[in-house]
């Protein structure tokens, strides 16, 4: 049996439970609807089975030598051997087993492709959806894999993505395996580009730390490596932008950064924001110069990006109009929704009323409180109150968790500004608990089925009870340690 106590015991540990997770995956993970290499085929129900149970169980193994490997760290008991290279070496560890495997716990890839493909032949991607693609053509393998009713769905994503998704198609000419494979070179990519922005924004002392959280966080694996969501993409750019603009001073690449994340994802906009604050915070002159500056200056870059990304890209600017797409489904996972719907059913079965206003209704007051806690937040950093960094990841949790649709991955969007930050404080750790429930609320085949949510909640309700239990380190698997300075949330006084 592999000792906890030893990094190296829960890089072996992990490692295994990626290739759980991979096994499971190749016998129930999201297949494509045919595929002519004969690799990825989806099995029958008995079969799936057992791979589901195989994938939930290396998940598991994946989940505690992280949590294991982030106590180590927390308390120093590895002292240098937790350093960069020793991350990056377990960071190959747990992502080589999944790069090879069918797409996992999503089947959100074949929309990429299929979009991808839609660009190749002309097709408006922000008016159609992936079912105008013929069978016998470049995306059709990848359309006949899209579910539900994404096949008539505009796309949501911005002209950069699909530039990229369109290159993937051309290379491969739409095949499904090396389609996917594809996707994934730009998810390792994006992974890259987390590791690099991590490591040289996190303060000395807990570089291990963040990019403990913010690259070997397990559902950053399992959705970005695994499922290939352009989260990643979008977060990676939104890191290395902030960072450039508010660390090194230059807003106007970080800009630049920020609007090609825009244009895979239009939440990470956010940036924007505290971006402009900074730079009208350290602009000399009065107050309307400051505040002139702060809105134009990096407004008027993002602008110019978009339209010449926009232009490149060939597709339009439709991107405008289709943002709201996402926002149509329901996931159980949105607060606002869940209890929108629940006051809606209320009204209709108490007076016959139609609940969908009710619902809207509630979502709209979800976002509008969203929106007042990101504009506090942006009024700390003018006041130097907050670091704008970790204003940044906490009005990411505010824009998740109040949004009208909210997927496990979306937390990933707050994740790299808050390991940055505050790898080891209070919202660090409450971000530890909820990466560690939240990989389980879908199945490999990108279901949310009812036992995921029972399993998310007895994972968060441990993690919870081990962090406020404080055990010591010889007998637990938290140890607080001591504090350093820049171990610390930045202040707010």
């Not at 339209?307 to 159980?332: D, K, M, N, P, Y």
């Not at 869940?338 to 209704?361: F, I, Q």
């Not at 637990?476 to 202040?491: F, T, Y």
């Amino acid at each position: 049996m592999w000792s906890l106590r030893s990094v190296a015991g829960c890089r072996r540990l992990g490692a295994v439970g990626s290739v759980g997770v991979a096994l499971g995956g190749w016998a129930a993970g999201s297949m494509p609807a045919r595929d002519p290499w004969g690799l990825w085929f989806a099995r029958a129900q008995d079969t799936a089975r057992p791979g589901v149970l195989l994938a939930l169980a290396g998940l598991t193994l994946l989940v505690v030598a992280w949590w294991r490997y982030g106590r180590l760290v927390a308390a120093g008991a590895a002292g240098a051997a937790v350093g960069g290279r020793a991350t990056a070496v377990t960071l190959g560890w747990w992502a080589a087993p999944l790069l090879l495997a069918p797409p996992l716990y999503s089947a959100d890839v074949y929309s990429y492709i299929a979009q991808g493909a839609m660009v190749v032949e002309g097709h408006d991607v922000y008016r159609l959806g992936p079912s105008v693609l013929a069978p016998d053509g470049v995306g059709g393998a990848a359309a006949a894999s899209v579910g539900g009713h994404w096949t008539d769905t505009p796309a949501p994503y911005g002209p950069v993505f699909l530039l990229l998704a369109e290159l993937v198609a051309v290379v491969t000419a739409g095949s499904i395996v090396p389609a996917v494979l594809g996707m994934r070179a730009a998810a390792l990519a994006a992974l890259a580009l987390l590791f690099w922005g991590l490591l040289r924004l996190a303060p000395r002392g807990s570089t291990s730390g963040a990019l403990w959280l913010g690259v070997l966080n397990p559902l950053l694996l399992v959705h970005v490596v695994g499922g290939l969501h352009n989260d990643g993409l979008m977060a990676g750019l939104v890191l290395a932008g902030t960072a450039l603009a508010v660390r090194r001073g230059r807003w106007v690449a970080g800009t630049v950064l920020v609007a090609l994340a825009m244009m895979i994802k239009t939440p990470a906009g956010l940036a924007l924001l505290f971006i402009g604050v900074v730079v009208g915070r350290e602009t000399a002159g009065p107050l309307i110069r400051r505040v002139a500056k702060g809105v134009l200056g990096p407004g008027a870059v993002a602008a110019g990006v978009a339209a010449a990304a926009t232009l490149c890209a060939g597709t339009g600017f439709g991107w405008l109009r289709t943002q709201s797409v996402a926002g149509t489904i329901h996931t159980a996972l949105s607060l606002t929704s869940d209890l929108g719907a629940a006051l809606g059913e209320s009204m209709y079965y108490l007076s016959g009323a139609d609940p969908d206003p009710v619902k809207r209704a509630v979502q709209a007051m979800g976002l509008t409180l969203a929106l007042a806690l990101v504009a506090y937040l942006a009024s700390c950093v003018a006041r130097g109150r907050v670091d704008p960094l970790h204003a940044l990841g906490l009005a990411f949790l505010a824009l998740v968790a109040l949004s009208p649709m909210v997927q496990p991955w979306y937390l990933l969007w707050a994740v790299p500004p808050l390991a940055a930050t505050a790898w080891n404080g209070r919202t660090g750790r409450a971000v530890t608990v909820l990466s560690a429930g939240l990989v389980y609320v879908t199945a490999p085949d990108g279901r949310t089925p009812a036992y995921g949510f029972a399993l998310a909640a007895v994972a968060c309700a441990i993690g919870a009870h081990l962090l406020l239990r404080r055990s010591d380190f010889a007998g637990g698997v938290w140890l607080p340690s001591p504090r350093r300075a820049e171990d610390r949330e930045p202040s707010r006084a």
